[in-house]
């Protein structure tokens, strides 16, 4: 899996122009620098596939001060994937989980 910089996001078809951590949380000032959950966290645990780690990340979510505004600021972006504000983006949509790789059975097992 590829490392995102959130310094340097580019996502082509999705965003205009580049957008980063700090764009999205600046506009709190120096008050929450380097305090908000994704600042001090591995940036790859936001967008994993693993579903434990997408959980984790949206726990890591939970008590951050600028949770709401982040999730309004994906959901306007139409965020292609991560989470963001506590929520599972795919496809610039919230999801519950991610789906497992491959087709989905035809007949359940059991």
């Known amino acids: ?9 580019l996502v082509p078809g999705w965003a205009e122009s580049k957008i980063g951590l700090h764009d999205v949380t600046g506009t709190y000032g120096d008050r929450y620098a380097f305090s908000l959950p994704c600042h001090k966290s591995d940036p790859e645990m936001f967008f994993s596939e693993d579903r ?13 001060p600028v949770r709401a505004a982040c999730l ?39």
Request: a positive charge; glycine letters at 14%.
């Open 52 to 64: 434990e780690t997408i959980e984790r990340a949206k726990r890591a979510c939970a008590p951050c």
């Open 72 to 110: 309004k600021g994906a959901l306007s972006r139409q965020e292609p994937c991560g989470v963001w504000g506590g929520e599972l983006f795919q496809e610039g949509r919230v999801i519950q989980e991610r789906r497992g790789v491959g087709r989905p059975r035809l007949v359940p097992i059991g």
């Open 1 to 9: 899996m590829a490392t995102v910089l959130f310094s340097d996001l």
